[in-house]
């Protein structure tokens, strides 16, 4: 049996703001709306090949805004162009960083302060090695 990740769901406070970041800056394909009597509840867009990223309204039901969502982890193949990309549009993103896992990441905000941050693996990456990782983030 296969399993994988389907897609993650966020609450945005804005969606046509949410969709140009996300479908204009990052350049994700939006597929699908979400609607109801004619109105806009929310859209689904493609990050890479059966991966989404589901978006709603916040108030279009559902659960609270309030989330135990620490963060969002995207693959890159190219961080700096990210990076550079992202800066063009005035994004604050932070210096990229080999991590402890061996992957290299940035880190930046979608426009509801949702963190994003994007991986470059390499062939050293703990995804792929099973390596452990001693975590640097805590002191």
């Known amino acids: 049996m296969k399993t994988a990740l389907a897609h993650v769901c966020i609450k945005v406070k804005n969606l046509e703001e949410t969709l140009k970041f996300y479908q204009d800056i990052l350049g994700f394909r939006k597929v699908f709306d979400f609607t109801h009597k004619g109105r806009l509840h929310g859209f689904y867009l493609e990050i890479g090949q059966r991966q989404f990223l589901e978006c709603f309204d916040e108030r279009s039901g559902g659960n609270p805004a309030i989330s135990p969502l620490s963060h969002i982890c995207l693959e890159t193949d190219d961080i700096d ?46 995804q792929f090695t099973g390596e452990p990782v001693e975590v640097d983030w805590l002191d």
């Open 81 to 126: 162009s990210m990076k550079q990309r992202l800066e063009a549009h005035g994004i604050e993103v932070s210096e990229k960083k080999l991590g402890g896992d061996q992957t290299y990441q940035v880190w930046f905000k979608d426009p509801d302060g949702i963190d994003i941050e994007f991986h470059q693996y390499t062939d050293k990456s703990s």
